[in-house]
């Protein structure tokens, strides 16, 4: 069966596709045609996907290799509820699937992730596409929502496309964490190494679909050669135009529904929703990308 | 005097009245009358002095201190009278030099590009602003959101949930959000957070509105990454479009905002090339104390 695509916004960002069983191993065809839709849409939607951990990577990697999850990465073995380090948890639970306390510090860290971003941004090779399966949902809230990165770049003025061309933004998870008051320090000292800025253009040029996209992100801190006051200042003034609701598809979860997303050409955000008392149990694969975007800062011999 | 609908229950404007000159009892209830009924005010062509703008706001209450001027060093001020706010790029009493890229005090006032409200860091924040536009670069609008329509368009749910919500203010959470913290030695007590009700009700009007800023940094009783993580997304819904008004700047406006109901923002521009020179006044906010005596307890 082929695969069939329907835009979600007026702007055509946003596709939902109907045809294909991703539980099944897939033809190098339905590969092929899923990253086309992926380059024009920037975001595909299946629905009734009933994905487990194995399934999930066993699709994942039609389209390149893994990344181990910074969560993961980050947390020490007896803390971490997913067995596979390529399985991020994007869930409310504790290693014992209980619902985690208002204070607990892995929930306080992923209330981060209520801030527009792109995964992996704060890695020299950031991610490509992010894989997102639903296997638990609220009663309600906790939407997803997508901002097109591509169009956000088209509808800035000359002036600006000139202006931002070359700068350089440095990211680190501590960066958008420490815009809500979570400390670099509650990362613990074994991770501190892991919380250092790289580097990445702010105007990425996708070889694809020859497009320009504004490659934002929550994990921005910096802009190289700027005062970082001004840089601050000026990549929120950025962020908001691009998050500006033509922009935007905001997606309401279904059990079973699964997402994929180029984090290339997009940003996205969960929103609120009673994390004291509903599940939310999402579970991610990512795709590591083809390279740096810049070249990093050498470290000292 | 004229006041005449500029958006619809939010900005008006005002002519027919010359506020260069004293006022009459008249004239500043009609003023404060205007103020209520809509939250911001224009008065265009009004080629104020510095001592006409000081007259001017006096007719509604106790001139505040401005903190930029009370923290910064005498030489590093432009105007040594500490009620008159220097909104401007110059470097300091040296107009014929603007303020360099790295300037500490250009980097402290880059912060007010961050929706706020004015002086909400102090234990009784700002009521009326005033602010008057002498020289201006070719754009650079300040804008203006409505929180009492914006409370007024929470779901009752939601108007619940903020209604005993008590919020924690201080200077340092704004620029903090900027990565500014470089201030001078000797005013801490300057830069300790203040409680503040996040719900607060007009003394004269009895309408509700929604007291945010980002000078906001934790609500009492929530851990802080939830407690910003939530005023983040309250502040959008409370910054939509249909609750903004841009003013676009002429030479000799005159805009006055309520910071009870209103928070308000500067916008970008060229500032190490073009000179932007207003000068601000502000009153003190009656008829909030008792509000904040409870919020304090």
């Known amino acids: 069966m082929s695969l069939s695509i329907r835009p979600l916004t007026l702007s055509g ?5 109907l045809g294909f069983d991703l539980t099944r191993p897939l033809t190098r065809d339905q590969v092929t045609a899923i990253d086309a839709g992926m380059d024009q849409y920037g975001v595909l939607i299946f629905h009734d996907q009933h994905f487990d951990d194995e399934t999930q990577m066993a699709f994942s990697r039609n389209f390149g290799e893994l990344e181990v999850s910074s969560g993961a990465e980050m947390s020490k073995a007896q803390d971490r509820r997913l067995k596979q380090m390529e399985m991020a948890d994007i869930s ?19 209330l981060g992730n209520r801030l527009w971003h792109s995964d992996a941004s704060f890695r020299a090779i950031p991610a490509k596409y992010s894989l997102l399966s639903a296997r638990t949902v609220p009663g309600t809230g906790g939407n997803t929502e997508f901002a097109d990165m591509r169009d956000a770049y088209d509808a800035l003025d000359d002036a600006t496309k000139t202006e931002i061309e070359d700068l350089v933004t440095e990211h680190s998870n501590a960066f958008s964490r420490e815009q809500i008051g979570f400390l670099k320090v509650d990362y613990g000292e074994e991770n501190q190494l892991k919380l250092k800025p790289v580097r990445h253009r702010l105007v990425r040029h996708d070889t694809s679909t020859g497009r320009k996209s504004l490659y934002l992100s929550a994990h921005i801190g910096a802009i190289v050669g700027w005062p970082v006051p001004e840089a601050r200042m000026f990549i929120r003034d950025l962020t908001e135009h691009a998050v500006q609701r033509r922009f935007v598809y905001s997606h309401v979860w279904r059990q079973w529904d699964f997402i ?7 940003m996205h955000r969960a929103r609120r929703y009673n994390d004291l008392t ?7 694969t990512t795709i590591r990308g083809d390279g740096v975007t810049v070249a990093q800062i050498q470290q000292a011999a | 005097m004229n006041i005449r609908a500029v958006q619809n229950g939010f900005v008006g404007e005002v002519t027919g009245i010359d506020i260069c000159k004293p006022l009459t009892s008249g004239e500043v209830a009609g003023i404060e009358l205007g103020m209520d009924q809509y939250a911001v005010l224009t008065f265009p062509d009004q080629p104020l002095t ?3 703008q000081v007259t001017f706001t006096a007719n509604f209450g106790e001139l505040e201190i401005t903190l930029a001027g009370q923290m910064a060093k005498p030489e590093e001020r432009r105007f040594q009278q500490l009620e008159l706010g220097d909104i401007s790029n110059y470097n300091g009493a040296d107009t014929t030099r603007l303020r360099a890229r790295d300037d500490k005090r250009r980097m402290y006032a880059l912060a007010n590009r961050l929706w706020h409200s004015d002086a909400s860091f102090r234990a009784i924040g700002a009521g009326y602003t005033l602010l008057h536009a002498r020289i201006l670069p070719r754009k650079a609008d300040t804008q203006f959101a409505d929180m009492r329509a914006a409370y007024d368009a929470l779901s009752p749910m939601e108007k619940a949930e903020v209604e005993d919500i ?10 903090e959000q900027i990565g500014f913290g470089d201030y001078n030695a000797g005013h801490e007590e300057h830069l300790k957070p203040v409680p503040h009700r996040l719900v607060i009700t007009h003394p004269k009007t009895g309408r509700k509105s929604l007291y945010l800023s980002s000078h906001i940094g934790g609500i009492v009783g929530w851990p802080v990454p939830e407690a910003r993580a939530f005023i983040r997304d309250l502040t959008e819904h409370a910054t939509q479009p249909q609750f903004v008004y841009s003013h676009v700047w002429r030479v000799g406006d005159m805009v006055m905002w309520d910071n009870r109901t209103v928070m308000h923002r500067a916008t970008r521009f060229d500032d190490l090339k073009e000179v932007r020179d207003l000068r601000r006044t502000s009153i003190k906010g009656v008829g909030l104390e008792v509000k904040h005596a409870m919020a304090a307890e």
């Open chain 1, 13 to 17: 960002f946003a596709g939902e596709a």
């Open chain 1, 92 to 110: 409310n639970l504790d290693v014992q699937g209980k619902l985690r306390a208002a204070s607990d510090r892995m929930r306080l860290t992923a």
């Open chain 1, 260 to 266: 994929i997303w180029d984090n290339r050409t997009t």
């Open chain 1, 278 to 284: 509903d599940v939310r149990d999402m579970r991610r």
């Open chain 2, 50 to 52: 510095d001592e006409q």
């Open chain 2, 166 to 175: 008590v919020c924690e203010h201080s200077i340092v959470f704004s620029r």
